[in-house]
């Protein structure tokens, strides 16, 4: 087998990637806003309800959580007579969100957190009400604080992928593994594989800092 066939098998596996990465940073999105606020939340239980899913998908492995997921949840929905068994996909997208956007979560809360207090002062003269305050002044001034961070997180994000191969779902990594067990041409598949990656990771830094420079753009446009 010549190394340029591996190219086809490989550009399956990418895609895959690219889709779980794609999936996973939006939603994670989602979470990390709604647990981010939720921390800062005058609630009590919404202020809990966000601190502990926080601090539990903060403090353990990515790989447990995945595998928990996969594997253990199935278990425990049988024991409770519930079918709670998920196809690959969605097990790998869910433990990827629900990890980044813990730590999402925390990028958020810091960037709500440093925004001026005379912003809120600002707020309450207009006689708006805190969600009011939140949604129309807060926010806006601290999303383009969050975005070299959130940058960050997604392409870290595109990397802790390659756990979802150990599920049998067939990422970049797990169709290089195929081909490399079959070949066992190890130089050149993790060649190619190290170099796809990167390049997966150029293309996505790039993105990030275009849409860092739009959201840049757009806060100066307001002011």
């Known amino acids: 087998m010549h190394w340029t066939e591996y190219f086809g098998p490989l550009m399956e596996g990418a895609w895959v990637t690219i889709q779980l990465t794609a999936y996973s940073t939006v ?11 939720g921390k800062l939340s005058s609630n009590l239980a919404i202020r809990a309800i966000s601190i502990a899913y926080i601090e539990v998908f903060r403090g ?3 790989l447990v959580q995945l595998f928990w997921l996969y594997f253990a949840l199935p278990l425990a929905g049988m ?18 969100s629900l990890n980044i956007g813990a730590y999402g979560a925390e990028v958020v809360r810091g ?12 707020g309450r003269a207009l006689n708006f009400t805190p969600r009011q305050t939140l949604r129309t002044i807060t926010i806006p001034q601290a999303i ?4 070299p961070s959130f ?4 392409v870290q994000n595109l990397k802790d992928t390659a756990l979802v191969s150990l599920i049998s779902l ?12 079959f070949t066992q041409d190890s130089t050149t598949i993790y060649s190619m594989l190290l170099v796809t990656y990167f390049g997966m990771a150029l293309v996505l830094t790039a993105m990030m800092r275009t849409l860092e420079a739009y959201v ?5 446009a307001r002011s």
């Open 216 to 220: 840049s753009r757009w806060r100066t």
């Open 79 to 96: 024991a409770i007579g519930i079918d709670l068994r998920l196809p690959p996909v969605v097990a790998g997208v869910l433990a990827l």
């Open 60 to 62: 353990t492995s990515l």
């Open 111 to 122: 960037a709500i957190a440093a925004v001026h207090k005379d912003q809120h002062e600002a």
């Open 170 to 181: 067939g990422d970049l990594t797990f169709r290089a593994e195929q081909i490399r067990n």
């Open 151 to 154: 940058g960050n997180l997604a």
């Open 27 to 37: 939603f994670g999105a989602i979470l990390a806003f709604g647990a981010g606020i």
């Open 144 to 147: 383009p604080e969050m975005m």
